[in-house]
């Protein structure tokens, strides 16, 4: 059945977690034509990364923009989080440039004007969530400096996160000065622990990183959880892998976050691989889904991987994704 005319929640199979694709993996389709794949494929949502062919947050007319994109999102059945990594919007020249980090105050300035308009987007869609980083400490800026700027520039967004009713989940990123769940608590703590502060858990990053293994950084960071991110990595790489690529076994983690009571979208992020995103949005719900039937039936068992045939476009790019590469 095409998505045009879908009557929304119309899947066969019922889920306790919700699962969405990021749009960053789909970033050689028009926004319109992703959504109803996503839609067809029975995504339950999107993570809409606010991009120049998605969405351009600093384009002409972008309420009325938001406006048609909330009533196909209405019209597909789709959830959707609002997410600000895109690479170049602000900055042709400088990937996630400027940053809340940046010792120019006027670049700072632009970077929060961008999370404004993603939490003005975020609130006329009806989205569960804002997503945001923290950015990499600029040469020459000592940590303390750069957790104070961190703290002022995300006060205004914070407040402006409280009027619209949306909250803000900041994601600790590889390389970011808020890299890890011990730095989000040093945020926390600073800002005073506001309300609608909340945490972008990526499962990949727990992996890579974390001293806890994934599923129990999903216990310890349920009381915050506000927007959920889900792909494969091994250990110390910063490489967002298709399922089944990397080291994480999976059962115990949606069981762990299924929980919680997690409500959100639980989004799948392969931002390397729009070059194949519909292959990969095709293969990724079937793993995930397979995954969560085996943490349902307490009997967890290892997924297969990905039947990796040819996709369309070449093989995947195995560049690592951290945050300082090209």
């Given at each position: 059945m095409s998505s045009q005319g879908r009557v929304p929640d119309a899947h066969p199979a019922v889920s306790a977690l919700r699962f969405g694709y990021g749009t960053n993996g789909l970033a050689?389709?028009?926004?319109d034509d992703a959504l109803s794949l996503l839609a067809?494929?029975?995504?339950?949502?999107?993570?809409?990364?606010?991009?120049?062919?998605?969405?351009?947050?600093?384009?002409?007319?972008?309420?009325?923009?938001?406006?048609?994109?909330?009533?196909?999102?209405d019209a597909l059945g789709l959830g959707v989080t609002v997410e600000t990594g895109a690479r170049y919007v602000l900055d042709p020249r400088r990937k996630h440039g400027p940053s809340l980090l940046d010792p120019d105050p006027d670049d700072r300035a632009r970077r929060v004007d961008l999370l404004l308009r993603a939490v003005r987007v975020a609130a006329d869609l009806g989205a569960h969530a804002v997503h945001c980083f923290s950015g990499i400490l600029p040469q020459g800026t000592d940590s303390g400096t750069a957790w104070k700027r961190l703290t002022e520039a995300l006060t205004p967004v914070l407040d402006a996160a409280a009027t619209a009713g949306v909250p803000l989940a900041v994601e600790p990123e590889p390389g970011h000065l808020l890299a890890t769940l011990a730095d989000f608590h040093h945020l926390r703590r600073a800002l005073g622990d506001p309300e609608p502060l909340g945490l972008t858990l990526d499962i990949g990053h727990c992996q890579c990183l974390e001293p806890l293994p994934p599923?129990?950084?999903?216990?310890?960071?349920?009381?915050?959880?506000?927007?959920?991110?889900?792909?494969?990595?091994?250990r110390g790489v910063h490489e967002h892998l298709p399922f089944g690529d990397g080291e994480i076994d999976f059962p115990p983690v949606l069981a762990a976050l299924a929980a919680t009571g997690y409500q959100g979208l639980t989004v799948v992020e392969l931002p390397r691989h729009s070059h194949a995103g519909p292959h990969f949005a095709?293969?990724?719900?079937?793993?995930?889904?397979?995954?969560?039937r085996a943490a349902a039936a307490a009997a967890p068992s290892p997924a297969p991987a990905l039947q990796q045939a040819a996709p369309?476009?070449?093989?995947?790019?195995?560049?690592?994704e951290g945050s300082s590469t090209p």
């Open positions: 050689d389709l028009r926004l067809d494929l029975g995504y339950s949502g999107v993570g809409l990364t606010l991009d120049h062919m998605h969405l351009d947050p600093l384009a002409p007319d972008l309420a009325a923009r938001t406006r048609r994109v909330a009533q196909r999102l599923a129990d950084c999903v216990r310890e960071a349920a009381p915050w959880l506000r927007h959920v991110q889900i792909e494969d990595m091994r095709a293969h990724s719900l079937p793993f995930l889904r397979h995954a969560e369309p476009h070449g093989a995947p790019s195995t560049t690592p």
